[in-house]
């Protein structure tokens, strides 16, 4: 049987001083589980939501995965910019259609040329 267990809520308000993850590090040098990194409360640094463990090879793996994820995403929105600059990089107008009334927009052509 299944549960659906939902994710907790990790919002911060932007004037909070609770960081959205704590990453601590063991201080025995021989420990298996050398990095633990958790998920505070949004309300209180001390209540943890979630924590992970991970060894040296795991944390290894996680910074690859994350820089990986990162370039991808820097990439998408490249392209998409790119894509972007392709279709609206000459001269367009993006005045409103309509005044503020629903009339035409007043014609204001001659205001770029210089009149």
Do not use: W
């Not at 505070?40 to 209540?47: A, E, F, L, S, V």
């Not at 690859?64 to 490249?78: D, G, H, I, P, Y």
Request: hydrophobic share 35%; glycine share 4%; charged share 30%.
């Amino acid at each position: 049987m299944r549960t659906y267990v939902s994710s907790p809520d990790t919002s911060r308000d932007p004037d909070s001083d609770i960081p959205l993850f704590i990453i601590d590090v063991a201080s025995n040098v021989c420990a298996t589980e050398a990095y633990t990194i958790r998920v505070p409360h949004k309300d209180n640094r001390y209540i943890t939501l979630m924590s992970f463990a991970l060894t040296d090879d795991e944390c290894d793996d996680l910074i690859e995965q994350l820089a990986e994820a990162r370039f991808t995403r820097l990439r998408q929105q490249e392209q998409a910019y790119e894509q972007l600059h392709a279709k609206f990089a000459g001269q367009f107008d993006n005045r409103p259609l309509a005044g503020f009334d629903g009339e035409p927009a007043p014609d204001d052509t001659h205001l770029a040329e210089g009149e």
